[in-house]
C-alpha cells in the first residue's frame, strides 16, 4: 500500500504569485491534517479535515491560506500571494481516524521557497 | 494554554552510546503523548505513543520513552545509537478537546559521531 504523497516535491515562486500544493493521503484514511515546518520552528499546525469538512482552520496564518478536499481523499493548501515568509516545508498527514490518539503517517512535504 | 517543550535543539553523541532526548508539555490532563523521527529525506515516522498504563513504552528501532507525571515528562531513550539515528526527533501531545489537535514540539537534531 502507498503511503500519503505530496507534489511538487520542491517548489520556487516569486515574491507575490499563488501556489497549490497537493496531498494524496492513504487510502481509507479519513483524517487529513496540513502543518509547516520552518526551520528551528517545529512543526505548525495549519488545518485539519475529517472527510470533506474542515472542523479546525485555526492554524491558517492568514486568509490568504486556503485548502479543501474533495472525495474524502485529495487535498489541495492553496497560497495566494505568496510572501517570502511562506517559504517553508509544507507537511501533509493522514490518519484512519480524527482523534489525538490515531497515529499520523505523514508524507515526504513540499518545500516552497519564495523568491 | 497546552505546549510541548524540548529543550535540546542539538545533541550529539558517539556511536554506541546511550541516549536521553528531553520533553516537557504542560497540559491540565492525562495527555497522550507520541515520539516522531524524521530522517534526512523522509517523512515524520512514529517510533511511540503513550495513552494510559505502563508508563514506560516501547518503541519501534530500539527507543523507549517513560512518561513521568510528576515531571511532566516524556523523554525519550536508547541505550545504544546506531549511525542511522541521526535525524530530527519531535515529541507531541495529543490534545482531548472538540478540535482533537495534537502539538508538536520544536524538534531535536540528533547528530552521530564515529
Known amino acids: 500500500g502507498a503511503g500519503v504523497s505530496q507534489s511538487p516535491s520542491n517548489k520556487v515562486t516569486e515574491k507575490g504569485k499563488d501556489v497549490e500544493l497537493r496531498c494524496d493521503p492513504i487510502?481509507?484514511?479519513?483524517?487529513l491534517y496540513w502543518y509547516r515546518q520552518s526551520l528551528g520552528q517545529g512543526l505548525e499546525f495549519l488545518i485539519y479535515?475529517?472527510?470533506?469538512?474542515?472542523?479546525?482552520k485555526s492554524g491558517l496564518p492568514s486568509d490568504r491560506f486556503s485548502a479543501e478536499r474533495t472525495g474524502g481523499s485529495v487535498s489541495t493548501l492553496t497560497i495566494q500571494r505568496t510572501q517570502q515568509e511562506d517559504s517553508a516545508v509544507y507537511l501533509c498527514?493522514?490518519?484512519?481516524?480524527?482523534?489525538?490518539?490515531?497515529?499520523?503517517?505523514f508524507g515526504p512535504g513540499t518545500r516552497l521557497l519564495v523568491l | 494554554a497546552q505546549s510541548v517543550t524540548q529543550p535540546d535543539i542539538h545533541i550529539t553523541v558517539s556511536e554506541g552510546a546511550s541516549l536521553e532526548l528531553r520533553c516537557n508539555y504542560s497540559?491540565?490532563?492525562?495527555?497522550?503523548l507520541f515520539w516522531y523521527v524524521q530522517s534526512p529525506g523522509q517523512g515524520l515516522q512514529l517510533l511511540l505513543k503513550?495513552?494510559?498504563?505502563?508508563?514506560l513504552v516501547q518503541g519501534i528501532k530500539g527507543f523507549e520513552a517513560e512518561f513521568k507525571r510528576s515531571q511532566s515528562s516524556f523523554n525519550l531513550r536508547k541505550p545504544s545509537v546506531h549511525w542511522s539515528d541521526a535525524a530530527e526527533y519531535f515529541c507531541?501531545?495529543?490534545?482531548?478537546?472538540?478540535?482533537?489537535?495534537?502539538?508538536f514540539g520544536k524538534g531535536t537534531r540528533l547528530h552521530i559521531l564515529p
Open positions: 487510502s481509507g484514511h479519513t483524517a
Open positions: 497540559y491540565g490532563a492525562t495527555p497522550y
Open positions: 503513550y495513552f494510559s498504563g505502563d508508563t
Open positions: 507531541a501531545v495529543g490534545i482531548m478537546n472538540r478540535d482533537d489537535k495534537i502539538i
Open positions: 479535515f475529517q472527510g470533506n469538512s474542515a472542523p479546525d
Open positions: 498527514a493522514s490518519s484512519f481516524g480524527g482523534t489525538y490518539q490515531e497515529t499520523q503517517y
